[in-house]
């Protein structure tokens, strides 16, 4: 699996999304496993196990010695008789894992389960390791470094050493000294070699007399053995459950990196190739993230060809609307640079005159629309209220329009509720635009209606004017840019033809929509026309 690094050309062979979901899931795997490789209340509670069954051998050792062994000295006291007790912890002791020695009431050690009486003197039993060490030798290791690492970041006690004397005595045990004072007592400690010796202590009496101290050691072989077969069962299923782990994540990564790279690949040759034949992946059957980024991606792209055909139409357009002008105004200068007649220069500087204004109209428009976008973008939306607003345009249009005794009326529903999110002066543009458009349009005397009202959470408001409406099949035309259709009798250039454009454009930015319609009679006939502007409530 590969995945570009910066450019399509440079690749590596796994993908840095694959590292990383192999790391993250990995590594959560590996600490689980590694805290459950501890064992530390588990091995404790193999060794209170331990130390336990230890105890209760060693009472009924004690009892077994305090009944066998008790001898009257010639005081008429209870002593122990050593022969007789060296003899019986022999016989008793037949585990080899098990060690008994029994200290007298004078620290002396009587007996000792690994010193055999022979004929060259006595003789030491030593219990040698299992075969099996030898094959686990490269996980034991392992295992005893992770040990060492573990007890150094344990906060745990360490415990003692333990260390045999050659003539041992009752005072280099603890735990034998509260046996002879009647206790029992235990005791864990380390070897030099590794592991530990568990030790219990118990009197042996008779009739409540404590006549020496019997000490039973064990050391920790099984018990090790015990946690090391089951680290060795948990490595089996780390072992499992890391292959599954690799395969998933190899494969979640997959889902994820591939379609990642394909839709990288397919954005670079979108960007370098201006065909137009290639086009972003779809994944939207997906339905996660990655299909939404696919979709959103698509569509993305299909905006931009959009926009670009749009700037591209609007570059022709303005060159063909500018062109017009300025082609009147060379005519009219050339024109009139031959001309000697007065009268016929003067009507020459007129059109030029008329050409100038147009085309500062025509370039004033078009700055205007082609920074409008950046404007609705980039400019901070707040609250307007649509019904006063419209109140206000009446007042100023009435002013404006007395000359031809035109009526505007204000049809308000719910006012208080009219209020949107937006450009207040890009949306009075909008309505004067629309307001301006109906009284060119309205005949002498008639009335233009702004009305207002809420549906649901959309402010609709609505021009109606009383003039010869739309013509059929041109009521999506009219907001095309640069189309014109004066009412007769006007003077040609006064309008750029812009002016609906811009207003459509402004409410779509709004997240509105414009609309036009013409007003019918009873009769059927035109009787206006009636612009529509829906807007959503902020």
Do not use: C
Request: aromatic share 4%; hydrophobic share 40%; net charge neutral.
């Amino acid at each position: 699996m590969a995945l570009d690094t910066g450019k399509p050309g440079q690749k590596r062979a796994i993908s840095p999304i694959t590292r990383r979901i192999l790391a993250v899931n990995v590594l959560a795997l590996v600490v689980l496993v590694a805290g459950m490789l501890y064992l530390d209340e588990y091995r404790q509670g193999l060794i209170a196990a331990e130390l336990a069954a230890l105890q209760t051998q060693a009472d009924l050792f004690a009892a077994a010695l305090g009944e066998g062994a008790a001898t009257t000295d010639p005081t008429g006291g209870d002593i122990l008789a050593a022969r007789i007790a060296q003899q019986m912890v022999r016989r008793v002791v037949e585990t080899p894992a098990t060690r008994a020695r029994l200290f007298n009431n004078d620290g002396e050690l009587v007996a000792d389960s690994q010193l055999l009486a022979g004929p060259g003197g006595r003789v030491e039993i030593e219990e040698l390791p299992p075969p099996t060490e030898v094959q686990q030798k490269p996980v034991t290791t392992l295992l005893s470094i992770y040990d060492k690492v573990a007890k150094r970041l344990s906060t745990t006690e360490s415990l003692p050493a333990y260390e045999e004397k050659e003539r041992q005595s009752a005072g280099d045990y603890a735990e034998v000294i509260e046996a002879l004072a009647g206790e029992t007592a235990e005791m864990v400690r380390m070897m030099p070699t590794g592991g530990e010796v568990l030790s219990v202590a118990v009197p042996v009496q008779h009739y409540k007399q404590v006549l020496a101290a019997l000490m039973l050691t064990r050391d920790s072989r099984e018990i090790d053995a015990a946690v090391l077969q089951v680290r060795l069962d948990i490595l089996k299923v780390f072992a499992i459950a890391l292959a599954i782990t690799i395969l998933l994540s190899i494969y979640l990564a997959g889902t994820i990196a591939r379609p990642i790279l394909r839709l990288a690949r397919a954005a670079e040759r979108v960007r370098t190739d201006r065909s137009r034949i290639h086009k972003i992946p779809y994944f939207a059957h997906r339905r996660d993230e990655i299909g939404q980024l696919a979709v959103s991606l698509r569509e993305m792209t299909e905006a931009l060809w959009l926009r670009m055909d749009a700037i591209e139409r609007f570059a022709a357009d303005v060159a063909h609307e500018i062109k017009n002008p300025l082609t009147s105004l060379r005519s009219a200068v050339e024109t009139a640079a031959r001309i000697k007649d007065h009268n016929q220069r003067e009507k020459l500087m007129h059109i030029i005159q008329d050409d100038v204004h147009r085309l500062d109209r025509l370039i004033s428009d078009i700055s205007d629309a082609s920074r409008l976008d950046a404007e609705l973008t980039r400019e901070q939306s707040e609250p307007v209220d649509v019904g006063e607003m419209l109140t206000t345009l009446a007042d100023i249009t009435r002013t404006a329009s007395t000359a031809r005794d035109i009526e505007l009326r204000t049809e308000l529903k719910d006012k208080r509720s009219l209020v949107v999110n937006g450009l207040e002066s890009r949306l009075v543009q909008v309505f004067q635009n629309l307001i301006a458009n109906a009284v060119s349009f309205s005949p002498p005397n008639g009335t233009i209606t702004l009305k207002a009202s809420k549906r649901n959470a959309t402010v609709i408001a609505e021009v109606v004017d009383e003039g010869p409406g739309i013509s059929e099949g041109k009521e999506k035309e009219i907001f095309a840019r640069f189309y014109s259709d004066r009412p007769q009798g006007e003077k040609f250039g006064t309008h750029s033809g812009l002016g609906l454009s811009i207003s459509k454009q402004i409410v779509e930015g709004h997240g509105g929509k414009i609309y036009v319609e013409t007003v019918r009679r009873r009769n059927g006939e035109a009787g206006g026309a009636r612009f529509v502007i829906q807007l959503p409530v902020g």
